[in-house]
């Protein structure tokens, strides 16, 4: 018998889910193309990582999602280990299926049946320079795709361009969190120089800020299912490293299209 899925609190999910559709889709002026392509069925989503602390993005793909397929369709999330322990939003999320980014949390939720979101490019992606904003950086990570192939699930890429403009990265600092031992007490590959509202000139984490009104678009691609599946295709590296070239690329192609389209 397949273990259950963690319980969410639905009403809380709605709520949040409405004033994303009600306010940011709007305020960005947003766009989400390519939700009839998702499939039945629990899938491993996989995005790239914008906006440092604002999760913009996330809750735009969401509502629609939402919208689209219904809410037992949302994905659980992986975060950061801090997350869950942030005043108000922390609690919040934890009731809406953010649980810690943890190879064994996703395959236990796949395996009861549930889809799953992750950002393999983390901290490292998400508050990178702002002159990279058009760059997809994994950064080498390849759980996800361990992880897919564990589980025998699709891939369901995620494209997304216009979070980073919400503020300004100077640069990311990645000496400095070294130099500071923030990989060992935080888990953080950067410690950025940042400008954002109203928090102005930055350096370190960037608390929540409030967003510039960027346009963000968002295309859902096409699922990608791989040929071999199960604990031997994701102990295979080479299979392993070619499966991720696969999602990355097509992730680095979206968003430069999406970056063309938007005229940056």
């Known amino acids: 018998m397949p273990p259950a899925l963690p319980a969410r609190d639905r009403a809380l999910m709605e709520t949040l889910l409405v004033q994303a559709e009600r306010r940011l889709v709007p305020y960005h002026r947003a766009l989400v193309r390519g939700l009839e392509g998702v499939p039945a069925g629990p899938v491993l989503y996989v995005g790239n990582h914008s906006g440092a602390t604002y999760s913009g993005d996330t809750w735009i793909f969401a509502a629609r999602l939402w919208r689209a397929h219904g809410l ?17 939003i922390g ?42 904003r058009n760059v997809v950086d994994f950064g080498g990570r390849r759980g996800f795709i361990r992880t897919a192939l564990a589980a025998g699930v699709p891939i369901v890429p995620i494209a997304a361009v216009g979070a ?30 940042s400008f954002s509202i109203p928090w102005g000139l930055t350096l370190g984490p960037i608390p929540p800020y409030l967003p510039l009104p960027a346009r963000i678009r968002i295309d859902v691609l096409p699922p990608i299912r791989f040929e071999r599946a199960g604990a031997a295709a994701a102990a295979d590296e080479s ?26």
């Open 164 to 193: 980073h403009d919400t503020l300004h990265i100077f640069h990311d600092l990645p000496g400095l969190a070294r130099l500071l031992g923030m990989d060992r007490r935080l888990r953080m590959k950067v410690w950025p120089l």
């Open 91 to 132: 609690p919040a999320l934890t009731r809406c299926g953010v649980v810690p980014a943890r190879p064994e949390a996703a395959a236990e939720l796949l395996a009861a049946g549930g889809s799953v979101m992750v950002y393999p490019g983390g901290d490292r992606e998400a508050m990178r320079r702002s002159a990279l």
């Open 72 to 88: 037992d369709a949302l994905p659980y999330g992986l975060a950061h280990d801090l997350v869950p322990h942030l005043p108000v």
């Open 239 to 264: 299979y392993v490293v070619a499966c991720a070239a696969t999602v990355e690329d097509a992730i680095r192609a979206a968003v430069g299209r999406l970056a063309a389209e938007m005229g940056r």
